[in-house]
């Protein structure tokens, strides 16, 4: 076996190694409960040193193979550190009482059937009378902290109609009224929490039910005769424009690594363009999911999407021809289940190029010679399904030097009951008897830049209109432009009227043209951020959704934005404590964290199945190059593009398009 | 000839009545100039009815065709109304003093070749001493307003280097510091402006010039060797899914009149989805283009892309795969030239799929059975050149009931003079001697609303935190929607932080899933408005680009945001006078004019041409359909798709993804 590079993602070698140094220092006691496992980055001063030697094509220094392993000894938590390249522990923490960790998919299959065969809930279910076309199903749920002396490791059981005729009628269209809670170690029942279906937080005693208007999203089920629709193929006859080498990425003049990781599902490494450093790493840092209903136990749901269960391991295997058009390259991944054997996660992230327009255009409209060039892009995707939601998170890099962060938000509403001819000011009725309640995603990005090196600044800049002034601005029309920079760890606060933006910039480097320091630009759109009331558990937990953009000090490991353990957490351990506005943050090696969030009022639209909803943050070259970058792109001509002209077919004469483009 | 829908394009034998009329009409004076005309639309009232009977598949009711013209005889400048269906004019108006109207290319052709001929520019191009391989090349510009006594029609001439050896040098990379005015109508030289190239306003007198480092953008001339680049190719090998009749378009439960016109490049009209109203007019209203270099006479950079040139008439003829990818139907365009003779503009609108990604996805984690459709988009797009800059405004419809405007700025940046290591707070140096100031592009959207019928209201929707309360928000987690409607005429302030959307509302029409009146929500992000100071020509020329949504009642030929003369208009005479705080707007037939607006603080990179900056307004559906109306869009899948795997050229083994999804 070939020495994994050191940003190479987890082998599965690597993962039985791991297991069975934990097992061999755990024997005597309980089976070791594995929870999560990947391999650690490996420390940035030493990764500056190896990716360096590896460009001059010098023997890099060796850096060994750092596993982080997640798991329990029957009810204690801990947290090991495995040379997986010399084979032993570096460390084996207990972790303090309170910390829980992640949800694992063996635990949840558990907990998911107990829900309905335990004796109190089948009992429960029994008061239903349901008919024999019907059948209940469970979604275990994270649950959110709201009591600071309850330290075990729970999941509330959300609980569901369906039709029983076919595996995917949609349950989310029929919730139930009572939701037990378990104990997700033992398995130990812990309580039943009765829903409030009515205007107010009033619940009522289980009863007969009657009604069954499924709202089904399977083409199976759903009752809709199916739209014509004429394929649409993207051919590449010569291949793509890309080449890879293990992780390693080429294309387009862009070189970079891309790892598919158990947390954050996948993050990309040493990203440089022409020849040029722009970020040491990028990935999707957290995401957390508060909803609005204020009614008990509707209170406890906020799921971090990433911390409590995993982007990576909750991947899906993505398919030819689905997910994406053209030729796809996909990348595998390895997690560990209970046991801690590796278990093989195929295609969990694609890599494409699409088409995405125009690139730029200019007519000499004396000559009419336009010179026109095509947007190529180069998509990095994975999807995650976490448990009703899908995200997919691509990461999309252009011709132009431009990267853009483009997160899809599909899947399905995570629903309530609601009785007859009731409305909520806090949801929307999405079909009979279901309502679903606004919740905001708030997704933290987590920007590690490397803009032409390792010393960088942060600055925002506003534009603004210059005072009214008879000599300097007698016309009353002029605005500048005015830079701040960032000193200390801290945020910036949004401010869209000022047309703020978010600079990374090298005060080291000067662009010969414009005589400012060279610049990448993170854009995005003011928002709403964190709704919750700062004294509720949801603020506390995720500090880093009350602004947009956060700027710390680099420390290795610092990478996630509400801390590392989110289940059932108490506070925000991540940038509540790492922006502390003491460090300095300017010209050396710092973070950016930029919140991407979005309030989801739900529409009817949205179910039973949810059309996509986008949302970007571009990271783009601003004076970072001495002219357009992409002027050496091959101009786009139809040779090339192979497009053809529509022919009516109601039409009786041929198109007049058709003559006048043969000139 | 077939009897034309009303909504249709005017014909060239409409020009031809149009001319004649004009003509024989103003026999006996100066031969008339022609400016501009096209077809007026039909009064509503009446269209309302002609589409009811059409849809109804009775005669509808005779509307006549009538064309607008506008003409000068000598300095006076005409507007005539008349009707080509019966070949008789019903108005001609002498307009008053001081209106002027757009600029007409023939014109700008002639002062264009003047503005290099003239004895006085000769003489100030005389000093420059230029070497052979050097020319001088000028570009008219439109006259912004500053003097309230300044009633003549006239074109401020920007003078440029370029390399006389090739037809396609970028004079736009070496400003000259003169300036000379022309009169429009007249072709009487005015005045000579100089340039200031220091830091402030001062000016200098024309001395040789030495240094000629132009900056290209031709392949032929920009020095880059090409990247290779592999073709990606849409086949549609069944053909689009869409079909016309005329410029009648069906595609994917989507119907709609598309029709090229001279001002606005295109108008959509009476956009109907799954059989129910939802627009009954879309256009591009309006757009003006400030500048921030306070210095004379930059002052008077304020284009009107729209009212002072036209976008429809600066179109381009749209090239098969260079603007778009696929099976492409083109629609034609005739404008008239100032012998008002009707000139065939080919291809000025082109039609087409394209694929957009996911549309929606959920896999069931128990089965894991995926539910996966693409997303198929309708593109209308028109590209225009207004000198330096292109603009792309393109319509999207979708399968899920949505439009997006979608508007890509490209092309070249106005530039300006700049000495050698001066840097100035207004602009941004783009190249040796040349400076681009900052700038902002305001557009403005009409979108006329029939949201299931013409009685529709506005409203804004606020996502607000509720107050803490022990009964009704004990865990301070809860967040409500909050909704207002509009009642009068005026605008409604933007408010990111509080998640703010628009609607479009038929309180007539309740949702019988969600017990809400029906609506289509208006998404758009905050956006810094007009920067111009409220006592400049510049904001009050253009009073609808100070705020972001604006309502009006609906009135025919109240079609245009800032009036419909603007060029060297003193004020706008648009929504500062429609949005009158008077008229009732709820219930009733009104406008909604939505303001795209970005500012633009040049990068090095934008120059020599920019890369394409693309923003956007989406009108979905919100609470309009009982369910994702989608559904009946046929799965995903590569029998359909016919997408491949990648074979790593490096790689001596399978890709392991291979062998994993045959399963």
Redesign the interface.
């Known amino acids: 076996m070939a020495t994994p590079h050191p940003f190479d993602p987890i082998s599965g070698a690597e993962i039985n190694i791991a297991t069975k140094l934990i097992k061999d220092a755990t024997k005597g006691t309980e089976k070791p409960h594995f929870i999560q496992m990947d391999r650690l980055d490996p420390p940035k001063k030493d990764m500056i040193k190896y990716l360096a030697a590896e460009r001059a094509n010098v023997t890099p220094p060796h850096i060994s193979r750092i596993v982080y392993v997640y798991y329990y000894i029957g009810l204690i938590f801990h947290k090991a550190l495995v040379n997986v390249t010399y084979g032993h522990i570096v460390t084996d923490k207990v972790l303090p009482k309170g910390v829980v960790g992640p949800l694992m998919a063996d635990d949840v299959e558990v907990v998911e059937k107990l829900a309905t065969t335990h004796p109190i809930v089948a009992a429960e279910i029994e008061k239903l009378k349901l008919p024999a076309f019907v059948k209940v199903v469970c979604d275990p749920w994270i649950y959110g902290k709201?009591d600071p002396n309850e330290d075990r490791f729970l999941v509330q059981c959300y609980m569901y109609l369906a039709s029983a005729y076919h595996?995917?009628s949609n349950h989310y269209s029929l919730p139930l009224k009572f939701s037990p809670v378990f104990n997700c170690l033992t398995k130990e029942f812990v309580r039943m929490d009765y829903l409030p279906a009515g205007i107010?937080?009033t619940v009522t005693a289980t009863e007969a039910w009657t009604e069954f208007p499924f709202?089904e999203?399977?083409?199976d089920l759903?009752g809709?005769?199916?739209?014509?629709?004429?394929?649409?193929?993207?051919?590449?006859?010569?291949?793509?424009?890309f080449?890879?080498?293990g992780n390693n990425i080429k294309w387009?003049?862009w070189e970079f690594r891309v790892i598919p990781l158990a947390r954050e599902g996948f993050a990309i490494y040493d990203i440089y363009f022409k020849g040029r450093s722009i970020l040491y790493r990028l990935s999707l840092s957290e995401m957390t999911v508060?909803?609005?209903?204020?009614r008990?136990p509707s209170?406890r749901k906020?799921a971090f999407d990433l911390g409590d269960c995993g982007f990576g391991v909750?991947a899906?295997?993505l398919?030819?021809?689905?997910?994406?058009?053209?030729?796809?390259?996909?990348?595998?991944f390895n997690k560990c289940d209970s046991t801690g054997a590796p278990t093989?996660s195929?295609?969990t992230v694609c890599?494409?190029?699409?088409?995405a327009?125009?690139?730029?255009?200019?007519?000499?409209?004396?000559?009419?010679?336009?010179?026109?060039a095509?947007?190529?892009e180069f998509v990095v995707q994975t999807?995650a399904?976490v448990?009703?939601y899908?995200y997919?998170l691509n990461v999309i890099f252009n011709?132009?030097?431009?990267i853009k962060i483009h997160v899809?938000a599909?899947?399905?509403l995570s629903t309530w009951p609601i009785e007859k001819?009731i409305?909520v000011?806090?949801g929307?009725?999405?079909?009979?008897l279901v309502m679903a309640a606004?919740h905001q995603h708030m997704l933290s990005f987590r920007i590690d830049p490397a803009v032409d090196g390792h010393e960088n600044s942060i600055a925002y800049?506003d534009?603004?209109?210059?005072e009214?002034d008879p000599?300097?601005?007698?016309?009353?029309?002029?605005?500048?432009?005015e830079r701040t920079y960032v000193e200390k760890a801290g945020y910036i606060e949004?401010s869209?009227?000022?047309?703020r933006s978010y600079k990374i910039v090298n005060e080291n480097v000067i662009?010969p043209?414009?005589?400012?320091p060279v610049a990448y630009k993170i854009a995005m759109?003011?928002?709403?951020?964190l709704?919750?009331?700062p004294?509720?558990?949801?603020?506390k937990r995720a500090h880093f959704a009350t602004q947009q953009l956060w700027v710390t000090k680099y420390r290795d490991h610092e990478l996630f934005a509400a801390g590392e353990f989110t289940n059932q957490s108490e506070t925000d351990t991540g940038l509540a404590v790492w922006a502390n506005g003491k460090d300095d943050v300017r010209n050396t090696d710092q973070v950016v964290w930029a919140t991407m969030g979005f309030?989801h009022?739900p529409?009817?639209?949205?179910?039973?199945?949810?059309?996509?909803e986008a949302h970007d943050i571009a990271i783009?070259?601003?004076?970072?190059?001495?002219?357009?970058?992409?002027?050496?792109?091959?101009?786009?001509?139809?040779?090339?593009?192979?497009?053809?002209?529509?022919?009516?077919?109601?039409s009786l004469v041929t198109?007049?398009?058709d003559s006048?483009?043969k000139m």
Chains 1, 2 share one sequence.
Request: aromatic share 8%; with cysteine.
């Open positions: 709201d595996p995917e107010d937080g709202v999203y399977h083409p759903n809709e005769s199916l739209r014509p629709l004429k394929p649409l193929i993207v051919q590449q006859p010569e291949g793509p424009s080449t890879t080498e387009q003049s508060p909803y609005g209903d204020p008990h209170h906020q909750n899906n295997s398919a030819l021809g689905c997910d994406c058009l053209g030729i796809i390259k996909y990348l595998d093989f195929p295609n890599l494409h190029e699409q088409d327009g125009l690139l730029y255009k200019h007519v000499n409209y004396r000559t009419n010679v336009p010179v026109v095509r947007k190529r999807i399904t448990a009703n899908e997919a011709q132009a030097g431009e899809l599909t899947g399905i001819d409305t000011p806090w929307t009725n999405v079909g009979p606004n800049d534009v603004v209109t210059m009214s000599v300097h601005n007698p016309f009353n029309v002029g605005f500048v432009n949004q869209p009227f000022t047309n662009n043209i414009s005589h400012q759109p003011a928002k709403q951020m709704l919750a009331d004294k509720s558990y949801n603020a309030t009022v529409r009817t639209e949205d179910f039973p199945v949810m059309p996509v783009v070259p601003s004076g970072f190059f001495d002219r357009n970058p992409a002027l050496d792109v091959p101009q786009s001509n139809n040779s090339f593009n192979k497009s053809q002209y529509y022919k009516d077919p109601n198109a007049s398009s006048c483009c």
